[in-house]
């Protein structure tokens, strides 16, 4: 396989990457590209955290925006939500608790009516809201659990959110201030939100776009379009989407993307029993077999290697199963003369 056509790897960086020691191996084993997520890197720590990076690589690092996203805030150690029990939901920025939670961006709010669903941390808590005001609602835990500090929400109906946090934006205007050339838009939900956010970026800036909604299956080719790369972000979509559907999704995005001549990068779950265990599971490795099969250019790490307990071992093993599938000659017929099948037999060399 050409250097053109090489797969490209990513990996995203956290508590358990940002170390000098990893980041040099993880280097030195020749990952494209570093990602740092907004979601979870404050304003106050970003420039520190890209200097930190620098001194101990050469290797580009990309700023991932949050993006049209709903979060809650941060919450008490180990809180859990009791199914039946009444929440307060508000703007403000306060630590969560059983009787409190803040969700952002406050036009999260403008949103919500009585019986709007929201889903927290893909689902693990489901609310039911039964009262609202400008900056605050009040909702009933429908299915209570655990929930963490900074956990994904999805509503339903789904609010209309700007492509760019201030954050977002906030963050961008860093990047440039420190040559950075690498961004990727997340929760990308139409063309118009993509070229929203070349206008910040500097000029000539590799601009990937995440497809990670509902609304970005629908405009999918002109995000697609009006991009450099896309990205599918199974784990996020799977949230607006029902699971079983995401693999046909993947497909179809791999399609659009072939066709019209962009890399496609596909992330979460690739690797997911890594996050706590030295070796992935044989379906994990079969998976990222047929994403390199369905078409993808890239392929992205995250949690393995952001908080996974061996980021190293997470990059090693996708290094190999890359390997494996360069040197297999995709397409061939090896099916033995006279053999009674319907497809083709590949056989490793």
Same mark, same amino acid.
């Given at each position: 396989?050409?250097? *053109? *056509?090489?797969?490209?790897?990513v990996?995203?960086? #956290?508590?358990?990457?940002?170390?000098?020691?990893?980041?040099r191996k993880?280097?030195a =084993?020749?990952v494209? %590209?570093?990602?740092l997520?907004l979601?979870?890197?404050?304003?106050e720590?970003l420039?520190?955290?890209? /200097?930190?990076?620098?001194? +101990?690589?050469e *290797?580009?690092?990309?700023?991932d925006t949050? $993006?049209?996203q709903?979060?809650?805030g941060?919450v008490?150690?180990?809180?859990v %939500?009791?199914?039946?029990?009444e929440?307060e939901?508000t703007?403000?920025e306060?630590q969560?608790?059983a009787? =409190?939670?803040?969700l952002?961006p406050r036009? @999260?709010?403008q949103?919500?009516?009585? =019986?709007s669903r929201v889903?927290?941390?893909? +689902?693990?808590? !489901?609310?039911?809201?039964?009262?609202?005001?400008?900056?605050s *609602?009040?909702a009933?835990?429908?299915?209570g659990?655990?929930i $963490?500090?900074n &956990?994904?929400? @999805?509503i339903?109906?789904?609010p209309i959110?700007?492509? %760019?946090?201030?954050?977002?934006?906030a963050?961008i205007?860093?990047g440039?201030r420190?040559g950075?050339?690498?961004?990727?838009?997340?929760?990308?939900?139409?063309?118009r939100a993509?070229?929203?956010i070349? /206008?910040?970026i500097?000029?000539?800036a590799h601009?990937?776009?995440?497809?990670e909604?509902?609304a970005g299956?629908?405009?999918?080719d002109?995000?697609?379009e009006a991009?450099?790369?896309v !990205?599918?972000?199974?784990?996020?979509l799977?949230r607006?989407?029902?699971?079983?559907e995401?693999?046909?999704?993947q497909k179809?995005i791999?399609?659009?993307?072939?066709r019209l001549? &962009?890399?496609?990068?596909?992330?979460?779950?690739?690797?997911?029993?890594?996050v %706590?265990?030295?070796?992935? @599971?044989?379906?994990?490795?079969n998976d990222?077999?047929?994403?390199?099969l369905? #078409?993808?250019?890239? !392929?992205? !790490?995250?949690? /393995? @290697?952001?908080? $996974?307990?061996d980021?190293?071992g997470a990059v090693?093993m996708?290094? =190999?199963a890359i390997?494996a599938?360069e040197r297999?000659?995709?397409g061939?017929d090896f099916?033995a003369?006279?053999?009674?099948t319907?497809g083709?037999?590949?056989?490793?060399?």
């Amino acid at each position: 396989m050409s250097d *053109a *056509a090489k797969i490209q790897l990513v990996c995203t960086l #956290g508590p358990a990457s940002l170390d000098p020691d990893v980041i040099r191996k993880l280097d030195a =084993r020749g990952v494209d %590209l570093f990602r740092l997520n907004l979601s979870h890197t404050g304003l106050e720590e970003l420039a520190a955290t890209v /200097e930190f990076f620098r001194r +101990h690589s050469e *290797a580009p690092l990309s700023l991932d925006t949050e $993006g049209a996203q709903v979060r809650c805030g941060s919450v008490v150690p180990d809180l859990v %939500l009791a199914q039946g029990a009444e929440v307060e939901l508000t703007a403000d920025e306060v630590q969560g608790s059983a009787d =409190r939670l803040s969700l952002r961006p406050r036009s @999260t709010f403008q949103a919500l009516r009585p =019986r709007s669903r929201v889903g927290i941390d893909f +689902h693990g808590v !489901l609310l039911r809201v039964i009262e609202t005001g400008p900056a605050s *609602a009040r909702a009933v835990v429908d299915r209570g659990g655990r929930i $963490g500090s900074n &956990k994904a929400v @999805t509503i339903d109906p789904s609010p209309i959110l700007p492509a %760019l946090t201030d954050k977002d934006v906030a963050a961008i205007a860093i990047g440039r201030r420190m040559g950075i050339d690498h961004y990727a838009l997340s929760f990308a939900t139409s063309g118009r939100a993509v070229r929203r956010i070349r /206008e910040l970026i500097p000029p000539g800036a590799h601009l990937i776009s995440k497809i990670e909604s509902r609304a970005g299956v629908q405009n999918m080719d002109g995000i697609i379009e009006a991009s450099d790369a896309v !990205l599918l972000d199974r784990g996020d979509l799977s949230r607006e989407v029902p699971l079983e559907e995401v693999p046909y999704y993947q497909k179809a995005i791999a399609r659009r993307a072939n066709r019209l001549r &962009k890399p496609l990068y596909v992330a979460t779950n690739l690797l997911e029993s890594m996050v %706590l265990n030295s070796r992935p @599971t044989v379906a994990e490795v079969n998976d990222v077999a047929n994403t390199l099969l369905d #078409g993808a250019h890239g !392929l992205v !790490l995250a949690a /393995e @290697t952001a908080i $996974g307990v061996d980021p190293v071992g997470a990059v090693d093993m996708v290094k =190999r199963a890359i390997e494996a599938f360069e040197r297999i000659p995709v397409g061939l017929d090896f099916t033995a003369p006279g053999a009674e099948t319907d497809g083709a037999l590949l056989t490793l060399r």
